[in-house]
């Protein structure tokens, strides 16, 4: 378990991207003399990934989380640095380094469209040398556990968006691979299916202590799966380490309302010194730090006559967008 | 690269011919679309063209039809398919599993001669209903040697084309190049006029190209005209042993570029 699957060591990969000004002029010299400029997506980033981990990528779009996982799932070469994934070079492409790993991405398919998606299955299980007797047992298993088993004969074309993403699922871990690196996987889908889809991959985590790496927008994927987040800005990593530290660290304190009984006690809990966030009548709303919240709420229920309280947290949501907006974390 | 086996060539085979079937109606259009051969057979005996070349109507007709089943089953589209995929990225899940994309286009072609097969065959048959002096049986050694040498035009065919796909890596239209290749495609290979009809000039430098040997050579196997079936099968064999590592190369060298674009 302790073991580091993923190593990374300064690693950078730069695009050379044609560029073009607008209008004729440049149009004509575009034409004539194409002008290229070299953009570094992902500069110096090094990072380690236990067996088992569940990592999520956060990063605006463009930050360079899939280019990330794009070098450690071998489908681009980097520019420069190291990189070990369980023990190959990815971007070699070995037979065993490929038969250890998969890549889903919510805005792709894999899966033949006009055919059901059990042949696709077959197929996979065919490169990946699986037999059929065990490829029988796995789809049968995995179709359960993702409840499509009545969807394995209608043509993927005529499946709705949730069941072709489980369909795709199925398709990229039928070789049970030991490191899944998943873009985007609950892309467009309800809130039903993102809620399936989360926990099945926390099931399949538990089972079979596969590392995967998320990216993800939605920010219950995060949540939900990961303990331990990564921060991309610009190519760069501006922070790599557990969740609950990232949020407490992006949102050290709480919003407390607090109802008092009588105006006497809303006046003295006003002039205590504690940090007045807004006051209306009796309802007073305070800042009080997350780490002194148990004892600063007992201290004013000794003191007043409260009514009722509610402490409210800051979205995740609302805090993840702040490292989406700010460099530093 | 390749880790191909019997069990993934014929579960390959089986899924891509279960999808052909589905677009069973667009290659039977795509088999009727193939009767060049025959356009060119009227206009070289309403003309009596042949007598210059010495070849009698039957034969030449024979020729033609031998053309047309020939084309038909050494049709190769990989580079579209492949630079559609390249370019949204469609390729991806595919180049992270432990077999090269290109088996699968592979399969997806020789499944669409599966589907082929039985439209070439009714054509075939409306062409002799209404040319019955031309009907022959070819010999089974004979037939054997022809679906091979057709199948090695097929290869020659699906590694220039596929050596022009990779170069998607670098260009995003490769295809553009392609169309270069299909005015020479279309007049050395025989496809318009038996290779024996030009020049002997121009037919001595022609014999070095593949062109040939997609189309003339296998058409003149099996329909029995005069073909040097030794030279004609070893130019088959060098141009693929030319072809197949500079694919090889090119693949390699591609992939290192691949951005990944649309994914």
């Known amino acids: ?329 | 690269m390749s880790n191909l086996n019997i069990n993934k060539l014929t579960t390959l085979l089986k899924v891509q011919y279960s999808n052909m079937l589905e677009y069973r109606v667009e290659i039977a259009l795509w088999a009727i679309s193939g009767i060049i051969p025959f356009f060119m057979l009227n206009i070289w005996t309403n003309n009596n063209l042949n007598e210059s070349i010495n070849l009698s109507n039957i034969m030449l007709s024979r020729y033609f039809l031998s053309a047309f089943f020939v084309r038909q089953f050494s049709v190769v589209w990989v580079v579209f398919t492949f630079e559609e995929d390249a370019l949204l990225g469609r390729i991806s899940p595919y180049l992270i599993q432990p077999l090269n994309p290109f088996f699968r286009y592979f399969a997806q072609h020789i499944a669409e001669q599966f589907t082929r097969f039985p439209f070439a065959i009714i054509i075939a048959l409306i062409f002799f209903l209404f040319n019955p002096e031309s009907l022959w049986i070819p010999s089974l050694g004979i037939f054997l040697l022809s679906c091979i040498s057709t199948f090695l035009s097929f290869l020659i065919q699906f590694l220039i084309q596929s050596i022009i796909a990779c170069l998607c890596f670098w260009t995003e239209k490769a295809s553009s190049i392609e169309r270069l290749l299909f005015i020479p495609t279309l007049f050395l290979s025989g496809l318009l006029a038996p290779v024996i009809s030009f020049p002997e000039k121009v037919k001595s430098w022609i014999y070095i190209t593949p062109f040939p040997y997609l189309i003339d050579f296998p058409a003149n196997l099996l329909s029995g005209n005069k073909t040097n079936m030794i030279s004609g099968f070893l130019m088959q064999l060098i141009w693929i042993s030319i072809l197949f590592p500079v694919f090889k190369r090119i693949w390699n060298l591609g992939t290192k570029k691949y951005t990944a674009m649309g994914s």
């Open chain 1, 1 to 329: 378990m302790e073991q580091n699957i993923i190593k990374v060591e300064n690693l950078s990969k730069s695009f050379e991207i044609a560029s073009k000004k607008p209008g004729l002029k440049g149009t004509i010299k575009h034409f004539f003399r194409r002008e290229t400029q070299n953009i570094n997506v992902i500069k110096d980033i090094s990072f380690e990934i236990k067996r088992g981990e569940i990592i999520g990528f956060l990063g605006a779009n463009g930050a360079g989380k899939t280019t990330i996982l794009k070098m450690l799932c071998g489908l681009i070469y980097p520019s420069a640095g190291k990189l070990s994934v369980s023990g190959y070079l990815p971007y070699k492409r070995k037979v065993n380094f490929l038969k250890n790993i998969t890549l889903i991405m919510g805005q792709k398919q894999q899966l033949i469209w006009d055919l059901p998606p059990i042949e696709s299955f077959y197929l996979n299980a065919a490169i990946y040398d699986i037999d059929k007797f065990e490829a029988k047992r796995r789809i049968k298993r995995l179709s359960e556990m993702l409840e499509i088993d009545k969807e394995l004969y209608i043509p993927v074309r005529k499946l709705s968006l949730g069941q072709r993403m489980k369909a795709e699922l199925l398709a990229a871990l039928i070789h049970k691979p030991n490191i899944l690196f998943l873009d985007e996987p609950t892309l467009g889908l309800d809130i039903n299916a993102q809620r399936n889809l989360r926990k099945f991959l926390q099931i399949y985590n538990k089972e079979t202590e596969a590392t995967i790496c998320l990216t993800s927008h939605y920010m219950k994927d995060i949540t939900y799966l990961c303990r331990r987040v990564i921060c991309v800005h610009e190519g760069s990593i501006t922070y790599d380490g557990s969740l609950d530290k990232l949020l407490k660290k992006l949102s050290p304190v709480n919003d407390i309302l607090i109802i008092c009984r009588s105006d006497k006690d809303a006046n003295q809990l006003s002039n205590s010194g504690l940090m007045i966030k807004n006051r209306n009548k009796k309802e007073i709303t305070l800042t009080i730090k997350k780490n002194a919240i148990t004892s600063t709420l007992k201290e004013i229920l000794n003191k007043f006559d409260i009514e009722d309280l509610y402490i409210s947290e800051t979205p995740v949501d609302e805090i993840i967008g702040e490292i989406l907006i700010n460099k530093k974390v």
